[in-house]
């Protein structure tokens, strides 16, 4: 089995000059909305302060994640710590509370909730802020113009996206050059070796823009660690009480993980750090978002960054499945 400790590596961030650490640690399971998330904030520091350990400088969260819980916790991990080598990344755009201006990215929304992340985050700055998703009902020029704003302000570092179609993110970079305003340096989508629909939509236009790759859900919510099998129900993980996960128990899902663990396997690797490589063995690919659930898992996937692929595996690994990209697909 690979070796968490023999050391992190680290790239920049697309075009930009920010170093992050070609793991991303994704701080969803660091609250207690949903069932499967820790839901025990002595053990949520306990992994992120390993992964700090580890190397890992970049954590993502969102003010969603638990109606703030999930800021809150990291906020608590971070203290203390040299926060200019730490790259900390949130979200907005989802519902916030009942009443109106709960949600969007309208000017209104987004400072608002800057000013909330800041303060649950114990922090003066966030390096990245995203829009979690693409909003129908906010021009996105207001959108653009909050946003800069805010970096205008030091509140914010660089901007950032996440999941929305390839036309739209077309048009908020086009916007962003056309009106002078901040750029998204970044773009989460959900990408996996079974689920690469992206590799028809979103990534085509990060890879031609230089916008930095971050994909969320790269283990595939947990399809891709071998521990599902054909013939069996699932009992615990994601996928006895997620659908989005059931829905990746496919025959043509199931020949990939057929080629995967058969490669890990002769690796002497896991499922798991098999899959992480062949994500950072793409070009376009800076920072695969791991969400470990304990310290075994962190120190698995931290392990990942010194496991290689020969073009011949990549080529196996990639064979069962065409890309397709639909709406419904890309979970909009």
Not at 21 to 31: A, D, R, T, V
Not at 90 to 98: C, P, R
Request: glycine letters at 8%; charged letters at 30%.
């Amino acid at each position: 089995m690979n070796d968490p400790d023999d050391g992190m590596e680290y790239t920049t961030l697309g075009s930009t000059g920010m170093e992050v650490s070609k793991l991303c640690l994704g701080c969803m399971n660091f609250g207690s909305d949903q069932p499967w998330m820790i839901d025990d904030e002595e053990r949520s520091r306990e992994v992120i302060d390993r992964a700090l350990d580890l190397g890992i400088n970049f954590l993502d969260t969102a003010n969603v994640y638990s109606r703030g819980e999930s800021e809150e916790i990291v906020g608590s991990a971070i203290e203390g710590r040299d926060r200019s080598e730490l790259v900390i990344a949130t979200k907005v755009y989802g519902e916030m509370g009942e009443g109106p201006n709960q949600g969007g990215l309208s000017r209104k929304h987004i400072i608002d909730q800057c000013e909330a992340s800041l303060e649950r985050l114990n922090t003066d700055y966030i390096d990245l802020y995203q829009i979690h998703r693409w909003d129908d009902s906010t021009p996105i020029e207001e959108t653009l113009s909050a946003l800069s704003y805010l970096v205008e302000e030091g509140l914010v570092r660089y901007i950032g996206a996440s999941t929305m179609m390839g036309w739209q993110f077309t048009k908020a970079l086009y916007e962003s050059d056309l009106g002078g305003h901040e750029r998204f340096v970044s773009m989460q989508p959900e990408y996996s070796l079974v689920d690469r629909h992206e590799e028809e939509n979103l990534l085509p236009v990060c890879r031609d823009q230089g916008v930095g790759v971050i994909p969320w859900s790269p283990l595939g919510g947990g399809f891709l660690t071998g521990k599902y099998d054909r013939d069996a129900e699932p009992a615990e993980g994601r996928a006895a009480t997620d659908d989005h996960t059931r829905e990746r128990f496919t025959e043509e899902n199931w020949a990939v993980l057929d080629v995967l663990r058969e490669i890990a396997e002769r690796k002497d690797a896991s499922p798991a750090q098999v899959s992480l490589a062949w994500l950072l063995e793409k070009e376009v690919v800076d920072a695969p978002i791991i969400g470990p659930r304990s310290l075994d898992h962190l120190e698995e996937n931290a392990a990942a960054v010194s496991v290689s692929l020969t073009d011949e595996e990549i080529e196996r690994l990639e064979a069962p499945k065409t890309p397709v990209w639909s709406r419904a697909t890309g979970d909009l």
